[in-house]
């Protein structure tokens, strides 16, 4: 069985196919600051592609409040805990095992193409129960931590008491686990964009797509009888667009595009600024190893124990690079531009740049589809207006 390289977890890996990059990785960077669980990237989703019968139970775009919340419920602390230890080196090398390591699988003498591999125990995996899917909203808004009394002032960054709201879609996985555990090979990525699809007509229902994927981002449509997940919006992204739910959110948390391994790196694409060269935004338990394309500008105010376990080394580098962004640091004024960038299109940035006052997004033929203003118009009167001999309540 093939070594890949996982840049995500520093090392290289087993997985059950070569190493074969596509051309383009179709990717995506969501700003957890922002997020106001508002659905409406989830409703969008729904009412394009996952509306007819025996989709009911599908939300290929979720939003859950962490800690609590998970749609399947409890999807993460049952994968987690299949993983065992997750130790980094100090090197940012993970010395863990990934869901393809954890069961000491010799995958020299085992092939995806033998029936039920993630079934018989090969991939560290689970499958969900009917009622799992029932609850997509459970958990919603519950807070962790310690309480305090509500005249309190929070002091510092981190509060006391905290939750935030995860946005996630399938991750189109370097190394998908969809594809990797399915029998029949009815699941591929595709070579000019990195999306990763189901072909419909190939799908037997073995479902071990479900089962194997770590994010249970495949699910099984009972009417059809074949396994469904998130396509990309592929019809979109071959026009220049971002996804329906990228169009659609109303917190401009979601910015998409194409990213690239660190060494191919390119500073004027906005993806590969936030992964590579800010180093703000983060992939989604890196260490189950799949190379999840799907980046998460961490939520600054939550502890960063709980945000390690979540998005790996890195967690405290990205905040504080982000509140300097925020505060205006002149070092950080590049990532603050970008920031204000963010689902300010319908199209495709794929490159940008900052002016002395104007963040410019150009799409691939290099046609401006963006320009914000560095610092928003503002306005202010003074709270006694001589004029009219009156007193302003408002004065912004
Ligand atoms: S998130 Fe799941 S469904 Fe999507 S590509 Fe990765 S393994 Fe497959
Ligand atoms: S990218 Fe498209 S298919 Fe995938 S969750 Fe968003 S709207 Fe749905
Ligand atoms: S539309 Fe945007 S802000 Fe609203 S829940 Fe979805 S990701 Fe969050």
Not at 13 to 42: H, S
Not at 372 to 380: D, F, G
Request: with cysteine; hydrophobic share 30%.
């Amino acid at each position: 069985m093939p070594t890949v390289y996982n840049w995500q977890i520093g090392r290289e890996m087993e997985y059950p196919y070569a190493e074969n990059r596509p051309d383009r990785q179709w990717g995506a960077v969501f700003d957890l600051n922002k997020c106001i669980a508002c659905q409406t990237c989830t409703l969008s989703c729904k009412t394009t592609w996952t509306h007819g019968e025996g989709q009911e139970h599908m939300f290929w775009n979720n939003v859950e409040s962490k800690p609590y919340g998970a749609h399947p419920l409890g999807w993460d602390q049952e994968i987690l805990d299949r993983l065992g230890v997750q130790e980094w080196g100090s090197d940012g090398v993970y010395d863990g095992d990934t869901i393809w390591e954890a069961n000491d699988v010799d995958w020299e003498e085992t092939s995806p193409t033998e029936e039920h591999v993630a079934n018989e125990g090969h991939v560290a995996s689970y499958m969900p129960d009917d009622a799992d899917w029932a609850h997509p909203n459970l958990g919603e808004d519950e807070p962790a931590g310690e309480a305090f009394a509500g005249d309190t002032h929070i002091e510092g960054e981190e509060h006391p008491m905290w939750f935030f709201y995860l946005p996630r879609v399938c991750n189109h996985c370097t190394y998908a686990g969809c594809a990797g555990s399915c029998p029949v090979q009815a699941i591929y990525k595709r070579q000019e964009d990195g999306i990763v699809l189901i072909d419909e007509e190939s799908c037997q229902a073995q479902l071990q797509c479900v089962q194997a994927c770590p994010y249970k981002k495949s699910v099984f449509n009972q009417a059809k009888g074949n396994s469904q997940k998130c396509v990309g919006c592929y019809p979109k992204v071959e026009q220049g667009l971002v996804p329906q739910c990228f169009e659609n959110c109303l917190g401009k948390i979601r910015q998409h595009g194409w990213v690239n391994p660190p060494e191919e790196a390119d500073p004027t694409n906005p993806i590969d600024y936030l992964v590579h060269e800010a180093e703000v935004a983060l992939p989604l338990y890196p260490q189950l190893g799949l190379e999840p394309n799907v980046y998460y500008i961490p939520p600054i105010n939550v502890p960063d124990d709980y945000l390690f376990q979540m998005f790996g080394p890195g967690v405290e580098e990205a905040k504080e690079t982000y509140r300097r962004a925020r505060d205006g640091r002149a070092d950080q004024r590049k990532l603050r531009g970008l920031l204000h960038l963010m689902g300010s299109t319908e199209w495709r940035i794929e490159e940008f740049e900052v002016t002395e006052d104007q963040a410019i997004g150009y799409d691939a033929d290099g046609r401006t589809v963006a320009k914000v203003p560095m610092e928003e118009p503002r306005a202010e009167r003074p709270k006694f207006e001589q004029g009219v001999d009156a007193y302003r309540l408002d004065v912004t």
